[in-house]
């Protein structure tokens, strides 16, 4: 930007204005490909939750007999047992530490 500014050679200018131009041009073609590839990581995370809530209800009573166990623990017990659920993320209930 500089050098077309500091240079009065109107030849040289176009010069440089088709420099920047190109540069420019490369800028908007990375944005776009990493928009691209944002709305693509998207789209794969809204089908595995998508696939995650079509299979919930065939383990309802599972997920429902956890939940009651978990909720009827005395206090001074641990509140999630050890061990991951897969079929249970953070869009789940909150826990009885995430309560008022």
Do not use: C
Request: glycine share 4%.
């Amino acid at each position: 930007m500089r050098a077309y500014f500091d240079t009065s050679d109107q030849a040289k200018r176009e010069e440089i204005r088709a420099k920047i131009e190109e540069l420019i041009g490369r800028q908007f073609d990375v944005r776009q490909q990493r928009s691209r590839r944002t709305i693509q990581k998207l789209e794969r995370r809204i089908e595995r939750l998508k696939e995650r809530l079509e299979r919930r209800p065939e383990h309802r009573q599972e997920l429902l007999g956890r939940e009651l166990e978990m909720r009827l623990q005395p206090p001074d017990l641990p509140a999630r047992p050890a061990g991951r659920d897969p079929l249970r993320r953070s869009d789940g209930p909150p826990s009885r530490r995430d309560r008022p």
